[in-house]
């Protein structure tokens, strides 16, 4: 079945770095757009960096210049280098998988469990 684990959450000073990785599987891994979102308490989840099949990328303004999203098809992983934190970016986040298929026009959409990053002195 498919499966989305994300991992490297924790607390960290602001100013302070971490990484969060997101292991795949029971899906084809390289033919899907991958996502960071994360959802704050009291607020909607936002989503925070994309990568596609291709490597192409984009960020929320609010992380440019500050967090980096990268995959590794071969080990099924999607990563989220995040540094420079600052308190505002304490949420839940989470891992995102998504493609539409051409064929049908059905779009598979997965989710990981989510993992608490907390930035905080």
């Known amino acids: 079945q498919v499966q989305l684990v994300e991992s490297g959450g924790g607390l960290v000073q602001p100013g302070g770095s971490l990484t969060l990785s997101c292991a795949a599987s029971?899906?084809?891994?390289?033919?899907?757009?991958m996502s960071w979102y994360r959802q704050a308490p009291g607020k909607e989840r936002e989503l925070v960096a994309a990568i596609g099949s291709a490597g192409s990328t984009n960020y929320a303004d609010s992380v440019k210049g500050r967090f980096t999203i990268s995959r590794d098809n071969a080990k099924n992983t999607v990563y989220l280098q995040m540094n420079s934190l600052k308190p505002e970016d304490t949420a839940v986040y989470y891992c995102n998988a998504r493609r539409r298929s051409n064929a049908s026009g059905y779009t598979y959409d997965y989710w990981g469990q989510g993992t608490q990053v907390t930035v905080s002195s």
């Open positions: 029971g899906f084809t891994f390289s033919s899907y757009a």
